[in-house]
Every structure is written in C-alpha cells, then in structure tokens.
C-alpha cells in the first residue's frame, strides 16, 4: 500500500527527473551567467546584494523567497511557483510552460541563485542539471550539525560547489584557509579583517550608511556607499564587487549597484519602534556565529537602552547545548540593559549563561509574550535586536508588538497566510 510520504517521494523524482532535463535545455539554450551563493551564513543577503547590484548592466533573475534546493533552483531559473508534489496537474502545466519558454529568447542574462544544504552530499547534487560561472563562499560555521559530523564536514559540502562552478570567492574572514587552501578551481578571496584579493579601506558610518574604498590586491578601484548599520553587511559589498568585477561591470556601474543596495526582510533590517526606538530585524534564522556578530553590531550602537531578543538557534545537533551557552556567555550586562529569550535551548541553557554573566533576563515561552513583554520594557530611544531561527522561535511575532506603525509589519519575514496559521497551531494563539 502506498503512504503519503512514499508517494510523495516518487513525485519528487519524477519531478526532479524533469526539471533537470529541462534546466540542462535551459542553460544550453539561453547560456546565461550563473552565480550560485553558498554558506552557512549570509548567503541570502549575498544573494540579495549581488542581484540587486548587477541589475545596472544586466537583466537579473533570481527568487525573493526561499527556493534554495534541489527541486527549487530549476523554478527560479524558469520563474516558477513551487506546487505540491501531490498536484500531478499543476506541475504538467508547469512543464509545459518550461517547454514553451524555451523555445522564446532569453528573458535574463544573469541568474543569481542560493544553494542550501541540510547535510553531506546536497551541495555537490546539484551537479545534475547546474552549471555556475561563479559561486560565492559566504561563510563556514556550525549548521545542521544533526548531520554533520564536525565543522571540516560543514566546510566540505559547501566548498563542494567548487564541483559544479568555474569561478569560486570566498570570504576569508569567516572562511579558515586550512578548509579552501587544497581547493583547485581559480578561486579569489575577499575580507575585512584578513590578506585577501578583494579588501576594504577607510570605512566610516553615518546616517545609517557605510561609506568605504574598495582594493583590489591592494590597489584602489574605487570609493562607495552602501545602506546599513551592521559591519557584517560589508562582506556583500565585497562579494558584489567580486562578482561584478569577474562579469565585466564597470567601477562606475559597480558604485551605482552598491548604492542601490536595499534592506532585506529579516537580515538585519531596520524598522522604527514604539517609543522612538530603532529596531534591528534579524529574525530570518539564526546561527552562534551570526548571533555574536548581531550583538556586536547592537554594542557598537549608542543608545539609552539596548534589548538583545534571543531565540533558539535551532538545528545543531549535540552541539546545541554548547552553543546556547557560548551565546549566553556572549552577552555583556555592561552593553545589554535586557536579554529576553524565546525556545528550548534559549531558556534552558542561554538564559541562564547571560544571568550568570550579569545581564537581566526575562524567559519567555512564545515570541507572543516575548512581545507583551517588551511593549511594558522598551523605552524612549531604545535599540532592540530580534534574532532567532524560525520554528519553535518566530521572533518576528514579538517585533509587530513594539512596531511604531503596524503596517510595518507586512515588512517582517513569514507573514503569508501559510506561514501564520503555522505559528498559530504552534503557539495555540492568533498572531496579529
């Protein structure tokens, strides 16, 4: 007898098994440039950054959403919607309109793509039916350690792409050479902090803006300005400028992409709060490596208050215990005036590190709480960073209680209809 799931299976096969073929027609056919993101971190904003920039001299496709894996990426390149496995008619019609786009001229010259993994072997998968000009290397850390066996496992698979790519950058700040020294495929660096092809200079901030000269092998190409108020951020000015530089853009245009650069939902976006405060949207996901560098972001911050939401980091395994606590040992009382955490490991584990440490904290059962709570305790001129990952967590529920204009809360992450009546069965509560 045939279950759901099995079903479900063959279905994807099936579909896979289409779409590859159709994918493999596309690129002979259109031969657009490809520039695949990779990472254990930042790869989404990278993505975001290097499609927005290269908009000034090419026609760019890439998906706002979260198509990033093996049945998904052929969507984007086609600009599809994702069916149901199950809704056999649905995905004919959309074999079918793959069919009729190919037979038309190519509607973009430069697709931009992120590839996500879950565990060994993904990455290099997507061999099937992908070619990239270019991959980007954002980031190695600890991700779905559930599946992987240690941090030189993680930098493996993401430096798989290397399989399926002609150009490889990689960050080397957030990147340990010993994991890409062996790596064969013409590879370029980029970094703030380390020796790399690709450098920064002279970085100032104001007006929520970075302004900076960029250097390439430590020559000047030229001055820019990007919107943002994290220094993490300027690891996609570098990455744009990496890939841009290879697709044959100009310093001029370059500049221009930079500067167009906007603010992405979840990734650090600023929104304006109750009370005059200034609110730090980092609900996306979260990681320890990402979670460290929100914080420094809010320490460097001046403001009468300063509130760090903390969700759970989810997914990492054995590890999870270990990270919570080095986050909660992370938290600084003489730069945090709050610490509220939201989850399992938040509670359990992070919490009680940050009180040890001697910062305030308040325990919170559902982000519906964490955002009660924060209504009563932000005050005037306050900065609040909200960071978690998404399930058991959904810490952007608690930011639409302390949004100054409501509204604004069509801006959050996961405001679909799908995705609120997930966070109501798990929380038992309607989301506003």
């Not at 992120?114 to 565990?119: A, F, H, V």
């Amino acid at each position: 007898m045939y279950t759901k799931t099995r079903v479900k299976n063959i279905g994807k096969k099936i579909v896979l098994a289409i779409l590859s073929w159709q994918t493999r027609r596309l690129q002979r056919a259109w031969k657009p440039k490809v520039v695949a993101v990779v990472g254990s971190y930042g790869k989404t904003s990278t993505k975001f950054a290097v499609a927005s920039a290269l908009k000034r001299k090419f026609r760019v496709r890439f998906q706002e959403g979260n198509y990033n894996d093996i049945v998904t990426i052929p969507l984007v390149l086609f600009g599809e919607s994702l069916p149901s496995l199950l809704n056999p008619v649905a995905w004919t019609l959309l074999f079918v309109r793959n069919e009729m786009q190919l037979r038309k001229p190519a509607p973009y010259d430069v697709a931009v793509v992120e590839l996500g993994t879950d565990g060994p072997g993904q990455i290099a998968a997507f061999k099937r039916y992908l070619h990239a000009d270019i991959a980007v290397v954002t980031s190695i850390a600890y991700e779905h350690m559930e599946f992987f066996d240690g941090l030189g496992q993680v930098a493996e698979e993401e430096l798989s792409v290397r399989k399926l790519s002609d150009k490889l950058f990689v960050n080397a700040d957030l990147c340990d050479y010993e994991y890409y020294k062996h790596v064969r495929n013409p590879l370029d660096t980029y970094a703030m902090d380390s020796k790399a092809t690709y450098t920064l200079d002279s970085i100032a901030h104001k007006d929520r803006a970075f302004m900076f000269t960029v250097k390439r092998d430590g020559v000047k190409l030229f001055d820019a300005r990007m919107e943002g108020i994290a220094r993490v951020q300027l690891y996609s000015a570098l990455a744009v400028t990496a890939v841009a530089s290879d697709l044959g853009m100009s310093a001029e245009e370059t500049v221009e992409g930079l500067a167009a650069i906007g603010p992405v939902a979840g990734r650090m976006q600023q929104l304006k709060g109750i009370r005059d405060s200034l609110i730090l949207d980092e609900t996306y996901n979260s990681s320890p490596e990402a979670t460290k560098a929100a914080l420094d972001t809010l320490y460097e911050l001046e403001a009468p208050q300063k509130i760090a939401l903390l969700g759970n980091m989810n997914e990492l395994g054995d590890y999870s215990a270990e990270a919570h606590r080095d986050v909660g040992d992370y938290c600084d009382p003489k730069k945090l005036d709050l610490v509220v955490t939201i989850g399992e490991h938040a509670n359990r584990v992070l919490a009680p590190a940050a009180r040890a440490r001697g910062c305030t904290v308040e325990v919170c059962q559902s982000p519906y709480e964490a955002g009660e709570y924060l209504k009563e305790h932000v005050k005037k001129g306050a900065v609040v960073l909200a960071k978690g990952s998404q399930n058991g967590v959904y810490a952007e529920e608690a930011i639409k209680y302390i949004l100054n204009d409501p509204e604004d809360a069509k801006l959050l992450v996961r405001q679909s209809k799908h995705w609120l009546a997930i966070k109501r069965r798990r929380f038992q509560k309607n989301a506003r």
